[in-house]
């Protein structure tokens, strides 16, 4: 088994309304120690030249130039990056192309929202060790399991597993947990990881999911 899962990295930064200019500053709102893939902050730049163009770089790639107001300073609403996996420390910098050494930086930490489940094979009913990341919208991880496609004449049955709980700032869920029964039925199934009991195919949260199909020798 394993998960699929994929996102596209953007950046931006839009001008907007001014702020009081003071020494070179580069601050985000609101200030957390996590923050999820593709999450939105506003940014606040101050202390550059008056109507001056200012550089936006992360980790020395330019994002965006964009010009200061009559006091020096932008402000605007940053979308971080998308990940495939794992979590990844962001820095970014803001330089002011007329006199570069008005310059500040801001770092930060995002995560992705993923599911690794291991061994990628074997009996329906063994243990699996599940590592999941990102499932900021409840205190608790779920797995539900449901058939792809119903049998003939039938209804589709979901199973929901309780995972474990979410902890530490990044969202974080490690256990070892069986998805399926004994006896659960050849075919091909979805489960589908969120932070709520009960099963919606279509939640407004990030949830991830993987596929598994169960053959019978």
């Keep these: 088994m394993r998960p699929i899962r994929a996102a596209v990295a953007i950046a931006s930064v839009a001008l907007a309304a001014p702020a009081t200019a003071s020494a070179a500053s ?3 709102d609101p200030v957390r120690p996590c923050y999820l893939e593709r999450d939105r902050v506003f940014l606040m730049a101050e202390g550059y030249t008056p109507n001056g163009m200012v550089d936006f770089t992360r ?3 330019l994002v965006a130039s ?13 979308k971080l990056p998308g990940l495939i996996m794992g979590q990844r420390p962001l820095t970014y910098v803001a330089t002011d192309q007329t ?3 008005r310059t500040a930086q801001v770092s930060l930490t995002t995560t992705a929202i ?4 291991s061994p990628d094979n074997g009996l329906p009913n063994r243990r699996l060790r599940i590592r999941a990341r990102g499932f900021e919208g409840g205190r608790t991880l ?16 979901t199973r929901t597993v309780r995972i474990g709980r979410v902890n530490g700032p990044c969202w974080k869920v490690r256990a070892r947990r ?8 050849a075919g091909h199934y979805r489960v589908q990881f969120d932070t709520c009991r009960r099963y919606k195919p279509h939640r407004r949260i990030e949830y991830d999911d993987l596929s598994v199909t169960i053959t019978r020798s």
Excluded: M, S, Y
Aim: hydrophobic share 40%; glycine share 12%.
């Design 26 to 28: 580069l601050t985000v």
């Design 59 to 61: 980790e020395g790639r």
């Design 66 to 78: 964009l010009q200061a107001n009559p006091v020096g300073a932008i402000q605007g609403n940053l």
């Design 99 to 101: 006199d570069p050494a």
């Design 114 to 117: 993923d599911v690794r489940v």
């Design 142 to 157: 779920w797995a539900h399991v449901r058939r792809a496609k119903p049998r003939r004449g039938g209804r589709v049955h």
């Design 178 to 185: 069986r998805l399926f029964r004994r006896g659960t039925a």
